[in-house]
Nanobody, 126 residues
Framework: QVRLVESGGASVQPGESLTVSCAAS????????ITWFRQAPGKEREGVAG????????LIGNSVLGRFSVSRDNAKNTLTLQMRRLTPADTAMYYC???????????????????WGQGTQVTVSS
């Protein structure tokens, strides 16, 4: 059984920073790739950033490149997303999702991830 729990969502002002975390439990094989997605009202779910447990390889979406960074603590099986210079366009529900190998799919395609958390809301507004 895989369980993902997100935390850290908040309301912030434009230009501020925020960190959200995802704690994974259960099969380490099934959570070897954990990825952050986000979904704003009326929009499709978008891949934000992910990390592979075995190699530490990182995946970053083009829309957040240079502002967001991601890290993973394998001992605790947690994934942290550090968000900087937030704008109203970053407002969304942020979800973490997990999948095991093989990774023969686009990393930012949500349909390929079988395990999802409940999400944490990030709101950027003045």
């Amino acid at each position: 059984q895989v369980r993902l729990v997100e935390s850290g969502g908040a309301s912030v002002q434009p230009g501020e920073s925020l960190t959200v975390s995802c704690a994974a439990s259960g099969s380490t094989a099934k959570t070897s790739l954990i990825t952050w997605f986000r979904q704003a009202p009326g929009k499709e779910r978008e891949g934000v950033a992910g990390v592979f447990a075995r190699t530490g390889g990182q995946l970053i979406g083009n829309s957040v490149l240079g502002r967001f960074s991601v890290s993973r603590d394998n001992a605790k099986n947690t994934l942290t997303l550090q968000m900087r210079r937030l704008t109203p366009a970053d407002t969304a529900m942020y979800y973490c999702a997990a999948v095991g190998p093989p990774y023969n799919f686009p990393w930012d395609a949500p349909a390929h991830y079988p395990y999802w958390g409940q999400g944490t809301q990030v709101t950027v507004s003045s």
